[in-house]
């Protein structure tokens, strides 16, 4: 059986806050690269950085990070490396956007000011303190399926409820807590959670270097305080310690990760519905779903992606800028 160590695909998890003066202007050379190259998943393109994970060969995605370390101010890009046994992605997308990561906050500038960065090896003393509160800036869906021990959930829906949630909450938060400690997947989102809780003028805030995928590859499971699997955003849908593939599987009808027993509920159809979603649609709806599902499965067999999927996906990425 192949093994995370030796599987034949690379991922690379990438993120850089910089000032790009023209992004139409960097995407036609970039999307060519990959195409030519060969890697496949999205990458996102704003006037503060790049954002995205992309997947191929070893020496495809050694290229396009050549390309990348080129751009303006991207010569330190922040770079996870994982890997799996088959393609994770279906084409490749470079996008542009309004921000890198969509918080909503337009002040925010992570060039200029953010929390203290903590390597991953020192991340368990800092949440250990009983002077620390320890935040989770994912996710609900995210959060739902892993978590580090100890940690507050937001329970948002959106990045971009974050900063809300944080002013509500604030008081109760840092009441008899001299220090914040958050951390979120990959590390961009830190970025900008840690730089604005400085904004709002706490000082002593932290985050995890390298992010949760980090955390999970540099410190043994023997030792580590992180509880659960941890959600990626390709058809991996989770992984464990050491980067090894998680269990869940997802729904594609309401996006949400599923445990086996989920997915052996009565409530799951693959493609149809799920226990999350399962009475948030009705007949009609479902059998659209079902019909989609049909068409999909036979589109895949052909070697082709179904139109359907490419729209409503477009669909939801324009929704979520």
Known sequence: ????ANAPITVAALYQFTRFEETA????????????????????LAKEGINGTIAGSENAIAQVLGHIRAMPGCAELDVKFSHAESMPFNRMK???KREIVAMGEPDIDPRQSVGRYVAPEDWNELISDPDTIVIDTRNDYEVAIGTFEG???PETASFRDFPQWFREHRDELLEA??????????????????????SE???????????????????????SLWHGECFVFDQRVSVKHGLELGSYGQCFACRMPLSDEEMASPAYAEGVSCPHCIDARNEEQRARYAERQKQQKLARK???????????????ETADD
Do not use: N
């Open 25 to 44: 202007s960097l995407r036609e050379p970039l999307l060519a690269k990959c195409e030519k190259v060969g890697t496949m998943g999205t990458l996102l």
């Open 94 to 96: 470079v996008r542009l």
């Open 302 to 316: 052909r070697g082709e992606e179904h139109i359907g999927k490419r729209l409503e996906r477009d669909a939801k």
């Open 201 to 223: 003028g706490i000082d002593d805030v932290f985050h995890l270097k390298g992010g949760i995928l980090k955390y999970l590859e540099t410190v043994p499971q023997d030792e």
């Open 1 to 4: 059986m192949t093994t995370v």
């Open 177 to 198: 807590k001299k220090k914040v400690a958050m951390f979120c997947t990959g590390g961009i989102r830190c970025e900008k959670s840690t730089s604005f809780l400085r």
């Open 151 to 153: 940690a507050v959930d």
